[in-house]
């Protein structure tokens, strides 16, 4: 069995066989892709409704943060295990479950910026200081060298690849910064109300959601509906909908024929290089119709992992150009081929995250795409839906806080 099998089976919403595979896989695979296979089958299992199990798992993928071998997750990789982490724990009634995850995801967010700017800068660093054949790949940064700049840029789509380093850090903290875990945060919050006018814990999450992503007009009545229940003394019984969308994106090698100039009109050995570029899924979209009350409602974006991981990748570039054609630069002048790109990424992970909320409606039911939910007399239902192709079958599954 192989990640294809796994992904395969996901992707045609067959859930159950996705979830039975996706275990099967974690528990034989080697170190070298355990991360990896953790992370898909926490995934996994969570859509298909398997939410102790999908606990373990995403557990055990973060846990192994400090000292994963083999794969290295990207920090997006940990936020969206993060965030499913924490809806798996709030479906078995585990709040300070869910709270560790949210703050895994907050820890993330708030330190992993400058230690990976800084850490990438060090490693660029003794790059620059190593010499192959008298070359150093200083050079790359010579203006001898700006049609090579030119033509990495484009396979990027970037207007250069050597950013800075305050660039650097600006686009990993926007990848990182996801509306979803302080919209988790306030939902939670509001779950451990105990009077009308303790609502401002969970209003300052909501604020700064809706600050994260103004267009979502939800996010915004979420505050309208707490400042409206805080003069009426009444918090309204509310339905929280979570859709997510999608298989996200893949590595591919892209080749190119290029040369590298050290100096005096000499070039390099090496004229084909490869590198993994992170290419976009197309298969996914805001598809989803919610029918309450006679009234329909379309969920609105709220985290888009997809972009966050495309943001991690421009941070990267200018470390992994210019070890890569050390790489291929090294491998030429001993006669072999330049060593393997690791094509690995998340089989599992959607490609954005849609948000709704309503008021619970009167008949405690709802109609996603036409199948009907029914909806438990409680304060909070959340329902959390997952398509992996646009137009297949959704997973649906509902929990709620009495």
């Known amino acids: 069995m192989d990640q294809r099998e796994v992904r395969a089976a996901f992707y045609k919403a067959d859930y159950k066989r996705a979830a039975e595979l996706s275990g099967d896989f974690a528990s034989s695979v080697d170190s070298e892709s355990r991360s990896l296979a953790l992370l898909d089958a926490g995934l996994i299992l969570a859509a298909s409704a398997y939410n102790y ?23 997006t990789e940990y936020m969206a295990a993060s965030y499913s982490l924490a809806l798996s724990a709030l479906a078995l009634g585990d709040k300070d479950a869910a709270k560790g995850a949210l703050n895994f995801a907050r820890d ?5 910026p400058e230690e990976l700017v800084q850490r990438n800068a060090e490693n660029f660093k003794k790059l620059l200081k190593r010499d192959v054949s008298g070359f150093s790949p200083s050079a790359l940064l010579g203006k001898q060298n700006a049609d090579f700049t030119r033509q990495v ?6 207007d250069n690849i050597w950013i800075s380093e305050s660039a650097q850090l600006a ?11 302080p919209l988790l945060e306030g939902i939670v919050a509001l779950s451990d109300l105990k009077a009308v006018q303790d609502v401002d814990s969970a209003r300052s999450k909501f604020a700064e959601a809706a600050g994260k992503m103004p267009s979502n007009i939800f996010l915004k009545r979420n505050l309208e509906m707490l400042d409206l229940a805080k ?41 084909l290089f490869d590198f993994k570029i992170y290419k976009f899924s197309r ?30 990748e421009v941070a990267n570039l200018p470390f992994y150009v210019a070890s890569r054609v050390l790489e291929c630069e090294e491998a030429c002048e001993a006669g072999e081929a330049p060593p393997k790109l690791d094509l690995r990424s998340s089989m ?39 398509r992996t192709a646009s137009g297949s079958v959704c997973s649906v599954q509902v929990f709620c806080f009495k």
């Open 108 to 112: 993330i967010a708030k330190h992993s």
């Open 231 to 271: 003069r009426n003394g009444f918090v309204p019984n509310m339905t929280f909908v979570f859709y997510e969308s999608g298989l996200g994106g893949i590595l591919q090698s892209e080749e190119l024929h290029s040369y590298i100039y050290v100096g005096g009109g000499s070039r390099l050995c090496a004229d």
């Open 171 to 181: 686009a990993i903290k926007k990848a990182l910064d996801l509306p979803l875990i």
């Open 348 to 386: 599992a992970m959607p490609v954005s995250v849609y948000y709704a909320s309503l008021n619970t409606p009167k008949g405690r039911k709802l109609f996603i795409d036409g199948l009907k939910v029914n909806l438990e007399d409680a304060p909070i239902n959340i329902v959390r839906v997952r």
């Open 283 to 312: 298969d996914f979209g805001n598809d989803l119709s919610i029918l309450a009350d006679g009234k329909f409602y379309r969920p609105l974006l709220i985290s888009d992992f997809d972009a966050s991981k495309r943001l991690e």
């Open 53 to 75: 199990d999908s606990g373990m798992y995403l557990s055990e993928f973060l846990n192994s943060r400090s000292n994963s071998e083999g794969y290295l997750p990207s920090d």
């Open 153 to 158: 840029s484009a396979l990027y789509k970037v």
